[in-house]
């Protein structure tokens, strides 16, 4: 006896708990599940919407240097506004696709804090610019950075975004302890759907909430522990000390250019031609020039359209073009492996279209929890008042025959 009050006890507040945390933080839940379903397949589309300017019209048996393509779009752009990178795709189909970005300060919002973000499309034969798409007012955008930190600076929006998804993780698993059924009997009704022509709206409602809850619950999780993980600098630095069983930080290298009058488009040239030698079967290769005088061309390579898990990093002498250091995939530890693919796990692009499909699944039943759940606690709070008013108006009438008679 002891032990079975004990237990209700513990529900008892494990359900208090439940509720007034999902009261609390049920609006922002809808928020980022509704954001992260529209989220889902934005490259899909986006490349759909732009494939006129993503693909060539002829192929041709040269490219021309990528230096000389890049000097084009910067004209044709015009000075003040610098090219931040280009990447060049192994399909040579594919235009190159030019960055054009400088952040802003002074504000707090996402509109006001962005001098420029442009993608540059051109023709890597002829340098013929495609198409140039302004990403800061791009509807995906919009929806990434309203998912990111409300539109408002990252500093700002990232932590209301984070613990609002820590009290979700809590709700998750009040929920799943609120469930757990107490025997047999009790897990036929728990695990399927059985509802007849006389169930009411109240009762599939409530199956509604838990049993899609309980079935969408690892990959709710999964969802928002990688969401976390960018929200997070200290939850970050758990998931890496925990995957690659240490807790010294990777030993990055950052190289250095010598400084020397040679020609550095020949050594961006150059760059790219090594890069491509290297990692001949990559679907894309991205080159950052150097910052400064004595920084390096970073060029990343990109293993898999579509996913960033599996990248290379690469650094040249931004005056000779040679290679100064590389670091691949492969010598990474786990944990790093594990924070790099933390984008690909959080939209489900790991798995590909099939994994997509989940995360789209799984934002779209979180999104639903906090209605059903709000119904849920409103239908027991306010169920009561209209029995009352109907024994009351049955006793008035009694007494009224009465009172007549």
Not at 342 to 367: E, Q, R, T
Request: charged share 20%; proline share 3%; glycine share 8%.
């Amino acid at each position: 006896m002891t032990g079975k009050k004990k237990k209700s006890l513990f529900k008892t507040w494990v359900g208090r708990v439940h509720l007034w945390l999902g009261l609390a933080s049920g609006l922002m839940v809808l928020f980022l599940s509704v954001t992260g379903c529209l989220y889902v397949f934005s490259q899909e589309i986006t490349d759909w919407l732009r494939h006129d300017e993503m693909y060539v019209q002829q192929v041709k048996e040269k490219p021309l240097p990528v230096s000389e393509v890049w000097k084009s779009t910067q004209e044709f752009i015009g000075g003040d506004k610098p090219i931040t990178n280009v990447t060049v795709y192994n399909n040579p189909e594919k235009a190159l696709v030019f960055t054009v970005y400088e952040h802003g300060e002074g504000s707090i919002w996402y509109f006001e804090n962005i001098k420029y973000y442009y993608s540059v499309y051109a023709d890597p034969y002829t340098g013929k610019v495609l198409g140039v798409y302004d990403e800061e007012l791009d509807f995906f955008n919009i929806v990434k950075m309203l998912h990111w930190s409300l539109l408002l600076e990252t500093e700002i929006g990232q932590p209301i975004i984070g613990w609002s998804t820590f009290i979700f993780v809590v709700m998750l698993i009040t929920g799943i302890i609120l469930w757990w059924p107490k025997n047999k009997a009790a897990r036929k009704q728990r695990f399927t759907f059985r509802w007849k022509d006389s169930t009411k709206w109240r009762r599939k409602n409530y199956d509604l909430h838990n049993i899609s809850g309980f079935y969408i619950s690892v990959v709710a999780l999964i969802i928002a522990f990688t969401g976390m993980v960018f929200a997070f600098t200290w939850f970050k630095a758990i998931v890496y000390v925990a995957a690659s069983g240490t807790v010294v930080a990777p030993e990055i290298i950052k190289e250095q250019s010598v400084i020397a009058d040679t020609d550095k488009d020949a050594a961006f040239n150059k760059a790219y031609a090594i890069t491509k030698e290297r990692h001949a079967g990559a679907d894309a290769f991205r080159l950052t020039p150097a910052a400064d005088t004595t920084g390096v061309i970073n060029a990343y390579v990109q293993q898999h359209e579509g996913v960033y898990y599996k990248l290379h990093n690469i650094q040249f002498d931004q005056y000779s073009g040679e290679l100064l250091s590389e670091r691949r995939h492969e010598e990474k530890n786990f944990g790093e492996k594990l924070i790099t693919a933390n984008y690909d796990i959080h939209v489900g692009a790991i798995l590909g279209i099939p994994g997509k499909i989940i995360a789209f699944i799984g934002s779209f039943i979180c999104g639903m929890l906090p209605v059903t759940g709000f119904l849920i606690w409103y239908g027991r709070k306010y169920k009561k008042a209209p029995a009352e008013k109907k024994k009351n108006l049955l006793k008035f009438l009694k007494r009224k025959k009465a009172v007549t008679t």
